[in-house]
């Protein structure tokens, strides 16, 4: 069958494997047929040789961790043939650390877990995959188009749920939210705001493409100015850039009791100056939290299909900015200007 394969660490190795063997049943007793797989930035590093890691005992990884299929057979009666499905990325670690032990495998103490298509196990991005019971979430039929998007939306689904948790450490009713970076995980992370029925705000440097009328369309307003020119303190900040300055700007900018949420990733490599001095003022003095959030969990991957299927679905279709028939693969990986989200179709 075909599947995307790279070397990793191998930078460009990237292709179309066509022999690739038939899922083993170790994998899971769930068969599933794959409609599609979305693309991130997570394949774009894993592509240009930064990380990545092959099963063991093997030379190649199969990409694709953003994945959406149908089922051909459940012998565990779990999902029945026809339903859609999309496979939990992350497998607990063997030993396992407190959190793994309990399913939190989000919250991974010892950095042993797996991941398909990223870490030690094979990706979804193959014309055929199996996966266990325990790691199968079944998603509504309207979902058919945009079921891919699940994995991001569990990503800010936990998110969510970790703000909220916070927040109740008082008398607690935010308001406004301040989303930076209007990419997949900023854009579903407005969304997630919206359904809250809080007063959204997202910030990126874009002022063409489809960014500013995607945020507008769901009733929150459209910033391109730098994060200390804004006239509002935000209750909440969900920050998605993982550009430094913008990072410290945002954790400058949140009100008092304000909770930051970080998920953006930065690259590191760059010194700019700080007053931690006066950082740390304000965040003790207005009783502020900062915090990263990472992966998700079985509940969160719930929560993310809830949200999801509340969505209106012509603005979720509109976050998917080309879909790329698999034997094209090499230009479903190369990014585009006005990219939101690339998805390469296995139903050709």
Request: net charge negative; proline share 7%; hydrophobic share 40%.
């Amino acid at each position: 069958m075909r599947a995307v394969t790279v070397t990793p660490g191998v930078p460009n190795s990237l292709q179309l494997t066509e022999d690739w063997p038939e899922p083993a049943p170790e994998e899971g007793a769930i068969l599933v047929e794959a409609l599609a797989v979305g693309i991130c930035g997570t394949d774009h590093e894993i592509i240009s040789g930064a990380y990545g890691e092959a099963p063991p005992g093997q030379e190649r990884l199969v990409l694709g961790h953003e994945a959406l299929g149908r089922v051909l057979e459940d012998p565990t009666g779990t999902l029945q043939p026809g339903d859609l499905v999309a496979g939990i990325v992350r497998r607990p670690d063997p030993v396992p650390c407190p959190n793994c032990a309990v399913d939190e495998w989000d919250m991974c103490r010892n950095g042993q877990y797996t991941e398909h298509g990223i870490k030690g196990l094979s990706g979804y991005a193959r014309d055929r995959w199996r996966v266990q019971p325990k790691f199968a979430v079944g998603l509504d039929p309207c979902l058919a188009s945009v079921g891919m998007l699940l994995e991001p939306t569990s990503v800010v689904a936990k998110a969510w749920d970790h703000i909220e948790r916070i927040g109740r450490r008082a008398e607690w009713k935010p308001q406004t939210v301040l989303v930076t970076g209007a990419g997949p995980i900023g854009l579903l992370a407005a969304l997630l705001a919206t359904q809250r029925e809080l007063s959204v705000h997202v910030l990126d440097r874009a002022t063409t493409g489809p960014k500013p009328d995607l945020v507008r369309s769901l009733g929150a307003t459209y910033h391109t100015s730098k994060v200390t020119e804004l006239d509002f303190e935000p209750d909440v900040v969900v920050e998605c850039t993982g550009a430094p300055v913008v990072v410290l700007d945002a954790m400058f900018q949140a009100g008092p009791t304000g909770i930051v949420c970080l998920t953006g990733v930065s690259s590191g490599g760059r010194t700019i100056d700080l007053d931690a001095g006066a950082l740390n003022r304000d965040l003790v003095l207005e009783n502020n939290v900062v915090f990263g959030s990472v992966n998700a969990n079985r509940r969160h991957w719930e929560l993310a299909a809830e949200a999801l299927t509340r969505a209106d679905q012509g603005w979720l279709n509109s976050l998917i900015s080309r879909r790329v028939p698999v034997e094209a693969y090499a230009d479903a990986y190369t990014s585009g200007p006005d990219d939101i989200k690339v998805v390469v179709d296995f139903t050709t």
